[in-house]
């Protein structure tokens, strides 16, 4: 796929590792994805109404706010705005967990960069297509 031709979507990736945003964002940047980076999920509601990213990363583990919380927080705020839980931990539990808060993936490190580029552009595509009667 021509990235050159794509808009530019806006990924949110909130994650206390550094390392982990950075890395996400170079890939992302990549196939032309904009990454904003949140080492801590205290705004992450608040970045999300103000930015409205095509799509959200959230590690499950944040020292002092919990994933899950965040992925509460966003769904009840922004219900349409896709999060994908991230974590080191491959839990069936944590997954199902995940799901039924309204994640619309779990992605486990390290990260299938082929699989993450396919949910960014799935979530431009349908962010694009949102409102377009098109597509109904």
């Known amino acids: 796929m021509n990235s050159s031709a794509l808009p530019k979507y806006e990924i949110l990736v909130v994650d206390d590792e550094e390392i982990i945003c950075r890395v996400v964002k170079h890939k992302l940047n990549e196939d032309n994805f904009?990454?904003?980076m949140l080492l801590?999920?205290?705004s992450a509601c608040e970045?999300?109404?103000e930015r409205d990213p095509c799509l959200v990363l959230v590690d499950i583990n944040i020292p002092g706010?919990?994933?899950?919380d965040i992925?509460?927080?966003i769904?009840?705020?922004?219900?349409?705005?896709?999060?994908?839980m991230v974590t080191g931990l491959n839990s069936p539990n944590q997954k199902q967990m995940s799901l039924d808060l309204g994640a619309c993936d779990y992605l486990t490190k390290p990260l299938d960069w082929n699989h993450l580029r396919n949910l960014a552009y799935l979530c431009s595509f349908l962010?694009?297509?949102?409102?377009?009667?098109?597509?109904?």
Do not use: D, R
């Open 34 to 36: 904009q990454v904003k």
């Open 65 to 68: 706010h919990s994933g899950f």
């Open 127 to 136: 962010k694009e297509t949102k409102g377009n009667k098109t597509f109904e």
């Open 71 to 73: 992925l509460k927080e």
């Open 75 to 84: 769904k009840a705020s922004s219900p349409e705005t896709p999060v994908a």
């Open 40 to 42: 801590n999920g205290q």
């Open 47 to 49: 970045v999300v109404q």
